[in-house]
């Protein structure tokens, strides 16, 4: 008995050794084939540039730890890059995608395998090209699942689905930009906006271009929603359902329930819904938020929400989204987002700061001979409107490529003003350069991003690339030094990133600068990007090999 005893207690503890040993990470591989694909949606059909033929691009899968390698094959005229968005690419810059900032664009007939691990990362992120305009139809989800035997930190959900937010141009996205370039004013405003690529039902010619997932009464779902628009800030809500947000930017959220998000282009929200209503056809809804006086595609996506064994000739119910300008839900939706913040997933905020920096978004108008008013809109942070170089940032850091770009981006706007009072025509003496802002390795960051009514205040979504950060602060009106700071979050703030920067308000976000290399901070409103609101972070070596940029790899394109 006392040996079958010893032989169970070995079994056992064998037995207990092999589930804690850990999981091996897999290799996961995928070929993206950049190619012209022939797209027909609201009675119009046009060539654009695809991945793999597919509107949306395919879905990147991978679990925490996994390497994953994907070969982009570049079939098509323009010479494009592709960025995974929120991938934090630890000392390997070289896979993050911004053309110019980090890789010369793929040329046309070439490829480039973006060779990167995921680490320290779970939830859902994207991908997309980051050159031009090709982004409107050049993107795709990834979805990061735990690792092996790591539960979600919530309820298990019977299912998931990726819901990817797009906009969608009858005539060629490429040729709208050009065009708007070439007179010196903004761009046409999309012709709609979409839903996995699909504007809905409530579009002409679009019975067959409407997203739609069945479900079962008493389930609960697991939506993975991302924000690709190009320029629009949206809402999204489920008719009669709410929605729990349990993750934004792949970082797990302290749970709360709301009747709609507000998602800005290029962050991702998760969120449960349980199909707890009379069983029916529900519209799930996507429409624009602007709170100043600028135009935007004020028209409304759907895809159905559809009860198993409810037949099609049932007329979906739509949900009541905010209005258009409603800025009350969109701060109080922002103010409850907070960091899980338990020991498992905790919230590392920097409390010490080493360098702060205040940076302010301008719209200004320079002088253009050939543009229809003889004017072209630009934009800036702390009047620099930022020059894209020939040759990649880190690419010409990296070789010690001299006049690429200068270090000397300003800590501080040049000349102090009331930024959020009445309308301003003038530039402030705004310059153009590809000025980038050098970061000691590890030094605690704080960024305060001011709006400005310079021609007009507006929300700006920025994202840091390489990084996550806290969102400490954020206000309406002009940060005040002296008092704000006293208000800060610095418990369970939020951590992401992207944020919006409320109209005529600020946002303080805090990191700290453990990842060498360039790396890219701008607007991801694709227009005011292109307009140069953006600019760089050279965050130098750290002590050690091992905190140092990896070396490049050696298909790395030339430009």
Not at 155 to 160: F, H, K, N, S, T
Not at 228 to 233: G, P, Q, Y
Not at 314 to 322: A, D, H, R
Not at 498 to 510: D, F, L, N, S
Request: charged share 15%; aromatic share 12%.
């Amino acid at each position: 008995m006392a040996k079958q005893t010893s032989f169970l207690g070995l079994l056992v503890f064998g037995f207990l050794c092999f589930i804690c040993l850990p999981v091996e990470a897999a290799l996961k591989k995928y070929q993206f084939d950049v190619k012209l694909s022939n797209v027909s949606r609201l009675c119009n059909a046009k060539q654009m540039v695809t991945i793999n033929g597919g509107f949306p691009g395919p879905t990147i899968y991978a679990r925490e730890g996994d390497r994953v390698q994907i070969n982009v094959t570049n079939y098509v005229q323009y010479n494009l890059s592709i960025h995974w968005h929120g991938l934090k690419q630890y000392r390997n810059g070289w896979a993050d995608g911004p053309a110019y900032i980090t890789q010369c664009p793929i040329q046309t007939g070439n490829s480039y395998v973006y060779d990167f691990n995921v680490t320290g990362q779970r939830g859902t992120l994207w991908w997309h090209a980051h050159i031009l305009w090709l982004r409107a139809t050049v993107y795709g989800a990834i979805v990061i699942m735990p690792q092996q035997g790591t539960p979600f930190p919530f309820p298990q959900p019977d299912r998931e689905e990726v819901l990817v937010l797009g906009e969608w141009w009858n005539a060629d996205v490429e040729a709208v930009e050009k065009q708007g370039n070439a007179l010196g004013i903004p761009p046409n405003m999309s012709d709609a906006h979409t839903i996995n690529g699909k504007p809905g039902p409530l579009f002409p010619c679009s019975e067959k271009y409407t997203f739609a997932m069945e479900i079962e009464k008493g389930k609960t779902y697991l939506l993975r929603i991302i924000n690709a628009a190009l320029n629009d800030e949206l809402f999204f809500a489920l008719a009669n359902h709410t929605f729990t947000v349990v993750e934004i930017d792949a970082v797990y959220t302290k749970p709360f329930s709301t009747e709609a998000i507000l998602i800005a282009p290029g962050q991702t929200t998760n969120v449960l819904v349980r199909a707890n209503q009379v069983p029916g056809r529900y519209f799930m809804a996507a429409r624009a938020f602007m709170d100043a006086p600028i135009s935007v595609d004020n028209k409304t996506a759907t895809a159905i929400f559809q009860y198993k064994g409810i037949p099609e000739t049932v007329l979906p119910k739509l949900p009541t989204l905010p209005a258009q300008n409603d800025s009350d839900f969109a701060l109080s939706y922002n103010s409850k987002l907070k960091s899980l913040n338990t020991p498992k997933y905790p919230a590392n905020v920097p409390l010490n700061v080493d360098r702060h920096l205040l940076f302010t978004v301008g719209l200004g108008i320079n002088p253009c001979p050939t543009c229809l008013n003889g004017t072209r809109l630009t934009a800036s942070l702390n009047n620099i409107s930022f020059v894209m170089p020939q040759t990649a940032l880190l690419q010409s850091h990296y070789f010690n490529i001299k006049g690429v770009y200068t270090p000397d981006f300003p800590d501080k706007p040049p000349t102090p003003f009331n930024f959020t009072g009445a309308p301003l025509t003038a530039n402030l003496r705004t310059n153009v350069g590809t000025r980038i802002s050098k970061i000691a390795f590890n030094s605690t960051v704080e960024i305060v991003v001011q709006d400005t009514n310079l021609l007009s205040v507006e929300s700006h979504p920025f994202h840091l690339h390489g990084y996550n950060f806290f969102v400490v602060g954020t206000g309406i009106g002009n940060f005040d030094p002296k008092k704000d700071p006293a208000k800060y979050n610095l418990i369970d703030p939020i951590e992401r990133n992207t944020v919006g920067v409320p109209t005529g308000g600020w946002t303080a976000i805090r990191f700290r600068a453990d990842n060498p290399g360039v790396w890219f901070f701008h607007c991801h409103l694709e227009l005011h990007t292109g307009w140069g609101l953006k600019t760089a972070f050279l965050v130098e070596d750290g002590p050690g090999s091992d905190h140092n940029v990896l070396p490049p790899p050696k298909d790395l394109p030339t430009c």
